[in-house]
């Protein structure tokens, strides 16, 4: 079924480790998105793509990485883990970057907590 | 800079009553606007957008340019309206074209 995967749902992680989020999307999008969320705020854009090997960074400054090696797989990658980069991060894409066409699709999302 | 702001972080009604969630925005291009909503254990979804006019699940947003708002209205709220609604500004930016969200207002609808 066409849709795109987050993992892990929920990740608990001592300071100092290095960490990766998945996102894949089997609906052929481009267009790959990470937003954070803390609760009870809005979604931060941190990183976009628009495709293979094209990576730019969103309006919220972060210290994580990311790559698109592959059209489907846009993984974010953290590495040395603090607490302040305990957050909700939200994975989405879609066919055009403003989601004028079908909208954004959006992933369950990744719960990081860091100790 | 952009920017959407949603006045109420909580809004709670009678099943029946309409209801009415808020957006301003600041933009100073041609604003393109998007409601999403997340359900209990569910993802963050499109329900509408402004450019397509539509009618969702009962609801409607006007973009009114003048006021800089798009207010997301149903006449008659149903329980299972009850959610997480998000309203959306495309805007271009250093970033690029992106979607800029709001904070967010949880609707509760209540028998």
């Known amino acids: 079924e066409a849709d795109i995967y987050q993992t892990p749902r929920y990740l608990v992680i001592g300071t100092g480790k290095k960490i990766t989020l998945e996102c894949s999307q089997t609906?052929?999008?481009?267009?790959m998105y990470w937003y954070q969320q803390d609760p009870g705020m809005e979604l931060h854009l941190i990183h976009y793509?628009?495709?293979?090997?094209?990576?730019e960074k969103g309006d919220l400054s972060s210290e994580s990485t990311v790559s698109r090696i592959r059209t489907e797989h846009f993984p974010l990658t953290l590495e040395s883990a603090r607490p302040s980069h305990t957050s909700q991060y939200l994975c989405?894409?879609?066919?055009?970057?403003?989601?004028?066409?079908?909208?954004?699709?959006f992933g369950s999302g990744t719960r990081l907590t860091v100790v | 800079a952009q920017r959407v702001t949603q006045p109420e972080k909580l809004l709670s009604v009678f099943k029946g009553a309409p209801v009415e969630l808020k957006c301003n925005y600041s933009?100073?291009?041609?604003?393109?606007l998007f409601w999403y909503v997340q359900y209990s254990r569910q993802r963050l979804q499109l329900l509408l957008r402004?450019?397509s006019r539509e009618s969702i699940k009962g609801f409607t947003a006007d973009l009114n340019k003048g006021e800089t708002s798009f207010h997301l209205k149903k006449p008659f709220a149903q329980e299972e309206d009850s959610a997480m609604y998000y309203c959306?500004?495309?805007?271009?930016?250093?970033?690029?074209?992106?979607?800029?969200f709001g904070k967010g207002t949880s609707l509760l609808v209540t028998p």
């Open positions: 989405a894409s879609s066919i055009d970057p403003q989601g004028a066409v079908g909208g954004y699709t």
């Open positions: 609906m052929g999008h481009d267009k």
């Open positions: 793509s628009y495709g293979v090997n094209s990576t």
């Open positions: 933009y100073s291009g041609s604003p393109e």
């Open positions: 402004h450019i």
């Open positions: 959306a500004l495309r805007a271009y930016s250093n970033s690029g074209y992106a979607l800029n």
